[in-house]
């Protein structure tokens, strides 16, 4: 997974496997929304955590799921934007004893022509070392016959965390560090050529070998939860390139020969940064609120193995989205002194990326896949520049989900039809006049809580279906 904070498609076969892992680093910041708004609820009575022994599933929640609304101490800013997880969710003992409440085993099983059959594991543990869910840890790995490997460690920490003293935790969402370590041996991934005008026809396909190691580091600022939101992080990556693996299709070093030259064997560092103005009452699921953002992807050194000189370059992006909340359609909305009660929205979010300097064609700016142009394959479209906007109604269907076992339950299930369009150019200038691509469709989610959505996909488009599945919103 990148580290950078810039839009994009992630690449990969399993990208979606590493989105999962992100995605639950985000859902460790638990289920509840808290209204400034709405009446202060009764104070609640000091009760330490339970002993493992006497674990209480339902501790601060009711039976059907929903959450009463707990006081957060006077000193916490923002409380709108710190996610309450219940005593309950915070269940103790080892990962196996955690399982699928604070911990996630999943296989990895899948068979593409070009790849072989594959099959690995991911672990995903929301409460690494027992630290009251302030703590993420995840990895993945995933091997195929034809020897396609996937990978990788994530660690993150959040830096604002609260015990309450009723029971459970709260956590500002904004501020948090992560550390990644991945190794992913790609078979499969298709290039196009550049340009809004390519043909589906036009596909070919390369290898990739790559290491990434990287920090990131987000913090609101001055304070918690406040508006003001910072992004810095560096990280150093090495990729070889080879002959793609897609049968009935040229390989990309046939037809772009020049470009793949450029992008093999290349070791390069980047810097990130961005500032973000965020009125969010969440990152990762709002329901009300906006957000505009500019970053940088700077690389200030990259060397190719074997030539002289090092080269340099950019990407940068602007980007920004609104989170309107609606009346419920299929429900009524929860009430005044629940946490995260179902909220149907309507979300509207774009962004506009460009590259400047000497950057491999791998690194350019795409669209297509799980987050833009979701009617398309990912990377299908990729130049310089690029522009993309999307709006969703999203919309829950079952507002109370279902209980699976004493501990583990699914929160609620819902629909979020879209529609897309965007383009790509070779610089911002030629934006306005290249070519635009159009897609629909419907989204069908599953929140296990307020920030830890599974979705599938359905998108069309002029080519065709594509279908995605993911984790997290796609903006």
């Given at each position: 997974m990148p580290m950078s904070t810039r839009p994009g498609c992630q690449r990969g076969i399993l990208a979606g496997v590493c989105g999962l892992a992100i995605g639950l680093v985000r859902s460790s910041a638990g289920a509840a929304e808290f209204s400034a708004d709405l009446p202060d609820p009764p104070a609640l009575p000091d009760m330490p955590p339970v002993p493992a022994a006497d674990f209480d599933p339902l501790q601060g929640m009711d039976v059907n799921g929903r959450i009463p609304r707990v006081p957060l101490p006077d000193d916490i800013p923002h409380p709108e934007r710190w996610r309450y997880v219940p005593e309950g969710r915070i269940k103790p003992g080892n990962v196996l004893d955690r399982f699928m409440v604070s911990s996630f085993i999943a296989p990895i099983v899948y068979y593409e022509e070009a790849v072989g059959a594959g099959g690995?594991?991911?672990?995903?543990?929301?409460?690494f070392r027992e630290q009251r869910r302030q703590e993420f840890a995840g990895i993945y790995a995933a091997r195929t016959t034809l020897g396609q490997e996937d990978y990788g460690v994530i660690w993150q920490r959040w830096l604002d965390h609260r015990d309450l003293p009723g029971g459970g935790v709260a956590t500002e969402e904004r501020s948090w560090v992560r550390v990644q370590l991945s190794y992913d041996n790609t078979l499969t991934d298709r290039f196009y050529g550049l340009g809004a005008e390519t043909r589906s026809g036009d596909e070919t396909s390369y290898s990739d070998r790559s290491e990434v190691l990287g920090v990131l580091l987000q913090?609101?600022?001055?304070?918690?939860?406040?508006?003001?939101?910072?992004?810095?992080?560096?990280?150093?990556?090495?990729?070889?390139?080879?002959?793609?693996?897609?049968?009935?299709w040229p390989s990309t070093e046939q037809i772009y020969p020049a470009l793949v030259a450029d992008g093999d064997d290349r070791q390069s560092v980047w810097l990130t940064a961005a500032v973000r103005y965020d009125t969010r009452d969440s990152q990762t699921n709002p329901y009300r609120g906006g957000l505009i953002e500019a970053g940088i992807d700077a690389q200030p050194w990259s060397r190719e193995e074997g030539q002289p000189g090092v080269d340099s370059g950019e990407i940068w992006h602007v980007n920004g989205s609104y989170a309107l909340p609606l009346p419920g359609l299929l429900h009524s909305g929860g009430d005044a002194n629940e946490e995260n009660p179902p909220t149907d929205v309507l979300a509207i979010g774009g962004f506009i990326t460009w590259a400047d300097g000497d950057l491999p064609f791998w690194e350019l700016p795409s669209l297509g896949g799980a987050n833009t142009l979701r009617g398309y394959i990912g990377g299908r479209w990729t130049d310089r520049a690029a522009w993309h906007l999307a709006l969703e109604y999203r919309l829950w269907v079952i507002p109370r989900g279902m209980r699976l076992t004493d501990s583990i339950r699914i929160?609620?299930?819902?629909?979020?039809?879209?529609?897309?369009?965007?383009?790509?150019?070779?610089?911002l200038t030629q934006l306005e006049t290249s070519a635009k691509h159009e897609s629909y469709g419907l989204s069908f989610r599953a929140e296990l809580e307020?920030?830890?959505?599974?979705?599938?996909?359905v998108g069309w488009s002029a080519e065709g279906v594509a279908f995605n599945l993911a984790y997290g919103l796609s903006f």
């Amino acid at each position: 997974m990148p580290m950078s904070t810039r839009p994009g498609c992630q690449r990969g076969i399993l990208a979606g496997v590493c989105g999962l892992a992100i995605g639950l680093v985000r859902s460790s910041a638990g289920a509840a929304e808290f209204s400034a708004d709405l009446p202060d609820p009764p104070a609640l009575p000091d009760m330490p955590p339970v002993p493992a022994a006497d674990f209480d599933p339902l501790q601060g929640m009711d039976v059907n799921g929903r959450i009463p609304r707990v006081p957060l101490p006077d000193d916490i800013p923002h409380p709108e934007r710190w996610r309450y997880v219940p005593e309950g969710r915070i269940k103790p003992g080892n990962v196996l004893d955690r399982f699928m409440v604070s911990s996630f085993i999943a296989p990895i099983v899948y068979y593409e022509e070009a790849v072989g059959a594959g099959g690995g594991i991911s672990l995903t543990d929301i409460d690494f070392r027992e630290q009251r869910r302030q703590e993420f840890a995840g990895i993945y790995a995933a091997r195929t016959t034809l020897g396609q490997e996937d990978y990788g460690v994530i660690w993150q920490r959040w830096l604002d965390h609260r015990d309450l003293p009723g029971g459970g935790v709260a956590t500002e969402e904004r501020s948090w560090v992560r550390v990644q370590l991945s190794y992913d041996n790609t078979l499969t991934d298709r290039f196009y050529g550049l340009g809004a005008e390519t043909r589906s026809g036009d596909e070919t396909s390369y290898s990739d070998r790559s290491e990434v190691l990287g920090v990131l580091l987000q913090s609101s600022v001055p304070h918690a939860g406040d508006d003001w939101v910072v992004v810095a992080g560096t990280h150093a990556e090495h990729h070889r390139l080879g002959s793609g693996h897609v049968s009935g299709w040229p390989s990309t070093e046939q037809i772009y020969p020049a470009l793949v030259a450029d992008g093999d064997d290349r070791q390069s560092v980047w810097l990130t940064a961005a500032v973000r103005y965020d009125t969010r009452d969440s990152q990762t699921n709002p329901y009300r609120g906006g957000l505009i953002e500019a970053g940088i992807d700077a690389q200030p050194w990259s060397r190719e193995e074997g030539q002289p000189g090092v080269d340099s370059g950019e990407i940068w992006h602007v980007n920004g989205s609104y989170a309107l909340p609606l009346p419920g359609l299929l429900h009524s909305g929860g009430d005044a002194n629940e946490e995260n009660p179902p909220t149907d929205v309507l979300a509207i979010g774009g962004f506009i990326t460009w590259a400047d300097g000497d950057l491999p064609f791998w690194e350019l700016p795409s669209l297509g896949g799980a987050n833009t142009l979701r009617g398309y394959i990912g990377g299908r479209w990729t130049d310089r520049a690029a522009w993309h906007l999307a709006l969703e109604y999203r919309l829950w269907v079952i507002p109370r989900g279902m209980r699976l076992t004493d501990s583990i339950r699914i929160e609620r299930f819902g629909v979020a039809p879209f529609v897309e369009v965007g383009s790509v150019a070779d610089n911002l200038t030629q934006l306005e006049t290249s070519a635009k691509h159009e897609s629909y469709g419907l989204s069908f989610r599953a929140e296990l809580e307020r920030t830890a959505i599974f979705r599938f996909d359905v998108g069309w488009s002029a080519e065709g279906v594509a279908f995605n599945l993911a984790y997290g919103l796609s903006f």
